[in-house]
């Protein structure tokens, strides 16, 4: 089965639905807000005038959220539909940003190690069934002293999910429709592939990272699983046999 064509096909048909969606807000975007999270923006801090790989970008808006930050941003996606909707949301606003429509695999063969961040973050890693060849990407991207900040879903949900926590092989194929609230039914086939957090990590290390920060937290920025709780603004949690679970992770890791 060919992953790249059916995830892609299924992530072309979520773009629309979730350009128009509540839980993006484009209209608050275009009126100025920032659709990053705390968690990112406290472990990367300034960026202003920092060049800036976003790997698995969607239709742009956290990328162009740097750019409004200063950042000089490059940002990748396999849906062709996800990049035009992204430069479209650049003119509106006038920020720049270079957007590219390229699976991460395939980008290597424009890897340029001069980035002082690369950026990844929230349900980008299952899409990808090699994340020993993902971690080469980060390295083969970052310039000497740059730095990746991976702030991803922590993989325990998927075991409470039904799903399994260590990687096979074999990817999960599922037919979904979309997680934002304007959902219309409609369902495509996607494949994922689970990866423990032992294997991001160890995966960094042989690319020749150093773990800087490994982070869990017990919340989700985004309202976008089942059976969650607001605790406060942008924290979901859920609770498993009376104790919260761990939703998120995040990685900071460095290049000599």
Known sequence: MDYLALNKTAWDKRTELHVDSDFYDVDGFLAGNSSLKSIERDLMGDVNGKKLLHLQCHFGLDSLSWARLGAKVTA??????????????????????????????????????????????????????????WAQVVAANLKAGGKLCLAEFHPIHDLLSGYGYFHREEADLDEEGTYTENDDGDESPMLTWGHPISDVVNALIQAGLKIELLKEYDYSPYNCFEDLKERAKDEFVKEHEHYESPLVYAIVASKS
Request: charged fraction near 20%; include cysteine; hydrophobic fraction near 40%.
């Open 76 to 133: 990748v996606d396999l849906s062709s539909q996800a990049i035009k909707r992204a430069n479209e949301l650049a003119e509106k606003t006038g920020l720049s940003a270079e957007f590219i429509c390229k699976d991460v695999y395939g980008y290597a063969e424009q890897s340029q190690a001069i980035h002082d961040w690369v950026f990844v973050s929230y349900g980008a890693l299952c899409w990808l069934p090699d994340i020993n060849r």
